[in-house]
């Protein structure tokens, strides 16, 4: 699997550390992928997201802005299933590349803002942003929980599974699945936070509760407000201490109203101001470090109007999540500029 020139560049200027107080840039990195589940079109995401005009939203909020363009993955041509899992030994291969990917962007001391891709990507996405930042937590913002393992999936797709990759927990529940030789569990059940659910498997309901993970559903939402989720989400994960966010956000955790061209929609999902206030309140604490933004669907949009609709919200909620202010941006001016006197004109 080769990258391409820059991403290339940016792997070798990797450091060996995380930067808590990384300087003020941002790394764009897409991964056009989909075998982490059946529906073809997701792995055209990237592309939708920066044609709805992402660099430039992200230009306007005087961020140094470094898009490392598409990584190039391989489809591996005998890939056969394991279980009932389809192309387990392609998507472990490609969260291999993107977990050096995203590795290198937060040694090199940027803000990663990964661009999917189907849900399986934050496998890759999570452990390389765990090399650099061991002490990372979780916000995993969705309508589905994604922790299923192979033994309790209904579809068997990877998509559905990303979390249970990850945590410590569940390693002796987890088949050696092959492609993922490469990784070991890295995350603990205390220092993840879903927001969004309301489509969870019957095993997932299981491990949720057994392993006490803190979750909040629609109906959490509804009873509680988002601004109490977010307190009380963000003081579950940093009372302790300050520590680095990961952020993984799948599109489909808005209402299917707000984010049509996604492959499984839900009914019932956020608003968009609910949407957008989850991404300011972790702006606000200074410490994203790694944002994912997956599963938008060019091909599912019913008319291109929905098409736009859906990667435009991308766009918003990236936007929001670095800086960008429902009050207007306040970059150009530092203060009320003073009228000048033009003493050449007065008699």
């Not at 937590?137 to 990850?166: E, K, R, Y």
């Not at 599912?300 to 202010?325: C, H, M, N, R």
Request: with cysteine.
């Amino acid at each position: 699997m080769a990258l391409r020139g820059s991403l290339s560049r940016l792997l070798r200027s990797t450091l060996s550390f995380c930067q808590q107080n990384r300087s003020h840039s941002v790394a764009i990195l897409g991964a056009p992928f989909s075998k982490g589940q059946k529906r073809r079109g997701v792995e055209h995401g990237p592309k939708a997201i920066r044609d709805a005009g992402l660099v430039d939203r992200l230009s306007n909020l005087d961020y140094p802005l470094h898009d490392f363009g598409d990584l190039s993955f391989q489809h591996l041509d005998k890939d056969e299933h394991f279980m009932h899992v389809p192309f387990p030994r392609t998507v472990g291969r490609a969260n291999q590349l993107l977990s050096g990917a995203v590795s290198g962007a937060v040694g090199a001391g940027h803000t990663c803002i990964m661009l999917g891709g189907d849900h399986s990507l934050a496998i890759g996405s999570v452990e390389g942003h765990t090399q650099q930042c061991p002490d990372l937590c979780l916000i995993w913002v969705d309508a589905h929980a994604d922790v299923n393992t192979p033994l309790t999936s209904p579809s068997g797709n990877l998509h559905g599974q990303s979390v249970a990759f990850m945590l410590k927990e569940l390693q002796d529940k987890m088949p050696e699945v092959p492609g993922f030789s490469w990784m070991k569990p890295f995350l603990a059940a205390r220092d993840l936070v879903y927001i969004g659910l309301r489509d969870v498997d019957p095993g997932e309901h299981i491990i949720l509760k057994n392993l006490g993970i803190q979750y909040f559903s629609m109906r959490d939402i509804d009873r509680m407000g988002i601004q109490r989720v977010m307190e009380v989400t963000l003081d579950h994960l940093l009372a302790r201490k300050q520590r680095p966010i990961h952020l993984s956000f799948d599109i489909d955790a808005f209402d299917p109203s707000l984010a049509p061209a996604t492959g499984t929609p839900v009914n019932g999902g956020l608003t968009y101001r609910e949407g957008i206030y989850i991404t300011e309140e972790i702006h606000n604490t200074g410490l994203l470090s790694v944002m994912d933004v997956v599963e938008v669907n060019p091909t599912l949009g019913a008319t291109p109007e929905a098409v736009e609709v859906t990667a435009s919200l991308a766009v918003d909620v990236i936007a929001s999540a670095l800086g960008q202010t429902r009050e207007g941006a306040h970059v150009a001016f530092q203060k009320i500029p003073e009228q000048k006197e033009d003493t050449e004109l007065r008699l």
